[in-house]
């Protein structure tokens, strides 16, 4: 612990966004890094305390409270304070294989968990790793370190996302040939194409996958593995498979007028403008464009966050989010205490920005599409909405959100983009393995590993827990490495 009464001198301190109506010309990244001096600061305010949650990562009450990865937290935030920034990086490495990318997009279960809240603010714990990391990068320390030893054992990896680039770079460290097969033009998965710009912008991307090109891995892009390539030829060329290809299965709604032109899946909307941005700076139009339209979201999430911000910079005439369950209480409900994650709204950096456009918060809560109306060319003008309530289901006992009659209301929309979540894995590629599948369609294991119900195939990420946050699937990749590499030798000595 660096300084007994650092919590006590300092008070939390985090990046300063760039105010709405700015940020919204660009899709760039808008939050302006703390100095170092600081950054100092607020690792000094990391009390060190004897059950550090931040670093624990088990669920309570269904969430996960503190960081997924046991992070070391503690540590690297008393490095810090102390000026130590090469050994702070070699300890945040140690259990993050891509802090570059937790630093932008995790929502930061580690602060969530931290002792501070208790009465006061947390330490700026994601600040911090953003801090490290971006540092190392200058000074060289995370620069290529190719391992000087190979087994001689081959492992594909299909798919480029997060839990997909973590078991890659795991299995090549510990000197596997390790080749990384992805179906888009370019790698990284739902990082690249999931995420806009103003989150994660992708010369990040790049850089770390240029690192690792230089370790040894073989990134294969183009190539959609079940279509151009089978599973037969890859079980024959490679000792292991690991399928990391995500739940890649959007949630549709099936409510009459759903064939309208202008309805899209929230994903295909947001790639369409990542591609267009980095092939052409938009210049070609070949995107899904908000520009001048009526934008109804419907879904409260990230990805719904996401597709506000994106309508904004596009120049949508009004934008409207659409969420089924009721707004959340401003600060934890009694039955939310620390350290669980708080189950507390949250006004994201897309909601800003609605709010400094239109003068109104998007978000419509309790609220559903019942049905989308056309014109004569089939091009969608509008949408009834309802207002929804709690309600048991006295033979099951579980509560579902229900229509309230009398409560349905009509709006002019030409665009909708559905954000309603992800229902597992691809069926083409689970078929193209044969390997079981979940009732929820994700990938098969015994529990607590990654070997699926095929000899020599793996997965992890969402393929096999379902949608869930980057954090998690470093976390499933490192996993999954492990269990590979003992598959392989024997024993392992992957963390």
Aim: glycine share 10%; with cysteine; aromatic share 8%.
């Amino acid at each position: 612990m660096g300084k007994p009464t650092g919590f006590l001198d300092y008070e939390r301190e985090t990046a300063a966004a760039i105010p709405p109506l700015d940020r919204i010309k660009n899709f760039d990244e808008f939050h302006i890094a703390l100095s170092r001096e600081k950054q100092k600061q607020q690792g000094a305010r990391c009390m060190d305390c004897g059950v550090p949650f931040c670093q624990y990562g088990k669920m309570l009450a269904g969430m996960a409270s503190g960081c997924p990865l046991n992070n070391l937290v503690p540590e690297w935030n008393d490095l810090i304070y102390n000026d130590n920034w090469e050994q702070a990086y070699n300890r945040l490495h140690k259990t993050n294989n891509f802090p570059e990318f937790t630093s932008r997009v995790c929502p930061a279960l580690c602060e969530a968990a931290c002792t501070c809240n208790l009465n006061g603010d947390p330490v700026s714990t994601k600040e911090n790793e953003n801090g490290i990391i971006e540092y190392a990068y200058r000074m060289g320390y995370a620069d290529a370190k190719p391992p000087t030893v190979r087994t001689g054992k081959k492992v594909a990896v299909v798919g480029s996302g997060p839990s997909g680039l973590t078991c890659a770079d795991q299995l090549n460290r510990r000197g596997h040939t390790v080749t990384v097969y992805e179906r888009n033009d370019r790698v990284g998965g739902l990082l690249m194409y999931g995420i806009p710009n103003m989150k994660l912008e992708k010369w990040v991307i790049d850089r770390k996958v240029d690192i690792m090109k230089q370790e040894g891995v073989t990134f294969l892009t183009g190539v959609n593995v079940g279509v151009d390539v089978t599973a037969e030829e890859l079980l024959s060329q490679y000792d292991r498979v690991v399928l990391a290809c995500g739940a890649s299965n959007p949630r549709d709604i099936n409510v009459p007028g759903r064939d309208a032109n202008g309805i899209y899946f929230a994903v295909d909307f947001l790639t369409s403008t990542t591609k267009s941005l980095l092939d052409s700076d938009l210049a070609e139009g070949t995107f899904i464009s908000a520009k001048d339209k009526n934008v109804i979201i419907i879904g409260g999430g990230d990805t719904g966050n996401d597709c506000v911000g994106t309508s904004i910079r596009h120049g949508a005439k009004s934008v409207t989010q659409l969420e089924m369950m009721p707004k959340s209480p401003e600060t934890r409900a009694e039955n939310n205490p620390w350290p669980q994650w708080p189950r507390v709204l949250k006004t994201d950096y897309g909601q800003e920005e609605a709010i400094a456009v239109f003068g109104h918060d998007p978000r419509v809560f309790t609220t559903t599409v019942k049905e989308f109306y056309k014109n004569e060319n089939g091009d969608l003008c509008g949408a009834k909405l309802v207002k929804l309530e709690s309600r048991k289901n006295e033979e099951t006992g579980r509560y579902y959100m229900a229509e309230i009659e009398g409560t349905e209301y009509d709006v002019e929309v030409e665009l909708v983009l559905i954000a309603a979540g992800f229902l597992g894995t691809q069926s083409y590629i689970a078929d193209a393995f044969g390997v079981d599948l979940t009732p929820r369609t994700n990938v098969a294991t015994a529990e607590g590993h990654h070997a699926t119900s095929v000899d020599r195939v793996f997965t992890a990420g969402d393929m096999h827990r379902g949608q869930s946050l980057v954090v998690w699937a470093i976390r499933e990749g490192r996993d999954c490495a492990k269990e590979v590499d003992e598959s392989l030798m024997g024993y392992t000595n992957l963390q």
